[in-house]
């Protein structure tokens, strides 16, 4: 079995006053329409199917290019006059090209976006066993990459020979890949498996896009393991579309630019820190400089009480200060473009640490102790000693952070540390 190079060229279609789109059951999550506006100037829309609305739909043929997400990878094959040999050897279809005769030929670009999300993740398949979650098109086209790779894809499903409560039959398993849509928005807080039941496990790759972390990615972090989400997949996918569309071929540096682009719009930049560290500040330049909207979560809840800072600490007591902060952090972790100021303690609460990592770059802003705890700065909300609290909280801060910023000279200064360190991670 043969699988295409990275490098191929598209079929030659001119798109201009010509419709293209994405068909799906459920794409109130898709970033498609927006990946191909920044890709180039054409009609692009999403377009939700119901099952029974296929044979009408594609009797109308009002569109000369399509994109196909779940279910129908492979409930699109009987509609195509041919299949390219990457769509048969996957028997997977993520994209219809309009021939010149009127009829449908059936492709698969989702093959080169799965090996780029593996190559940006570190991982090779050869000689290892890969548990694949799923069984429908994106996991068609996971097992063919991971054999054409000389790995052994073992398909783990909810019916047939490997079920999710038979893992530990597989507990030598090095690799897993999730091509299911558990963990995907809005049911962020799902996982398909628990990682711990697999302690031989180096590797995850999670197709889902939507969170950028998923809880999946998350608990693989945690464990030490490599791992990637499928943003960049969507992305790679898309541009190989677009040259199946368009004709040509998109290069590489185009992609990251794309791709780049995508991650300011859909990440939170999250700063954390304890009182007196310059969050509030610091969050105020950083939204104007790169362009996004300020979210103080403190500040946020105190004028809707419509009351200060200090009295609402003051006054909501711990219990009710904390389920007040999740609900406010779970309203704004769903989306992305945000800059987001925590709370002292928001770092104590493991779900809330979840949910500034679904769409969050966490930055801890560190300073030196003796500029902490300022007049100015919010109070903790219990009685102990400031100081004595801030060597209790300083490893979690250190352990959900993305990066660790000083913020021991001018607020010019800590600005541009942080800028820095985000626009890589846009990047990178």
């Not at 299911?180 to 049911?187: A, E, F, I, L, Q």
């Not at 498996?193 to 693989?220: E, I, S």
């Not at 800059?339 to 949910?355: F, H, I, K, P, S």
């Amino acid at each position: 079995m043969r699988l295409p190079s990275r490098g191929g060229r598209g079929v030659v279609n001119e798109a201009r006053g010509k419709r293209y789109g994405l068909i799906g059951e459920r794409l109130e999550h898709s970033y498609s329409k927006r990946i191909h506006s920044l890709l180039g100037d054409y009609t692009y829309e999403l377009i939700p199917l119901r099952r029974e609305e296929m044979d009408s739909f594609f009797r109308k043929a009002d569109f000369d290019g399509l994109n196909v997400t779940l279910p129908y990878k492979q409930a699109v094959i009987p509609y195509c006059a041919r299949l390219s040999e990457t769509a048969r050897v996957t028997g997977s279809v993520n994209t219809l090209v309009r021939r010149s005769d009127g009829k449908l030929l059936g492709d698969n670009t989702d093959v080169f976006g799965f090996m780029d999300l593996a190559e940006r993740a570190g991982l090779q398949f050869t000689g290892k066993q890969v548990l694949v979650l799923g069984s429908g098109g994106t996991s068609r086209t996971v097992c063919a990459v991971i054999r054409a790779a000389g790995g052994e894809p073992v398909i783990i499903s909810r019916s047939g020979d490997n079920r999710y409560g038979d893992l530990e039959r597989h507990a030598n398993a090095s690799l897993l890949v999730n091509t299911t849509p558990v963990g995907m928005y809005p049911d962020m807080a799902a996982s398909p498996v628990d990682l711990k039941r697999l302690p031989m496990l180096t590797g995850v790759l999670d197709v889902v896009y939507n969170p950028l972390r998923t809880r999946l990615c998350q608990q693989a972090e945690e464990l030490g393991m490599a791992c990637e989400s499928g943003l960049s997949m969507l992305v790679t996918q898309a541009a190989k579309s677009y040259e199946r569309f368009m004709g040509g071929c998109v290069s590489c540096e185009r992609i990251e630019a794309v791709l780049a682009d995508l991650r300011k719009e859909v990440t939170n930049l999250v700063l954390v820190g304890a009182p007196g560290c310059g969050k509030t500040i610091l969050g105020e330049r950083l939204a104007c400089s790169l362009g996004l909207s300020l979210v103080d979560l403190e500040r946020d809840m105190a004028r809707e009480r419509g009351c200060s800072v200090p009295e609402l600490l003051a006054g909501e007591g711990e219990a009710s200060g904390r389920r007040r902060e999740t609900a406010r952090i779970r309203q704004y972790a769903r989306k992305g473009g945000y800059v987001l100021t925590a709370g002292y303690g928001a770092v104590c609460d493991r779900q809330n640490l979840e949910y500034l990592r679904f769409n969050g770059y966490i930055v801890h802003l560190e300073r030196p102790p003796g500029r902490l705890f300022g007049e100015n700065a919010s109070p903790p909300q219990d009685r102990t000693a400031p100081e004595t609290l801030w060597q209790q909280r300083k490893p979690l801060y250190a352990a959900c952070a993305d990066a660790t910023v000083l913020h021991s000279g001018t607020v010019e200064d800590c600005v541009q540390k942080v800028t820095e360190v985000y626009r890589e991670a846009l990047h990178h």
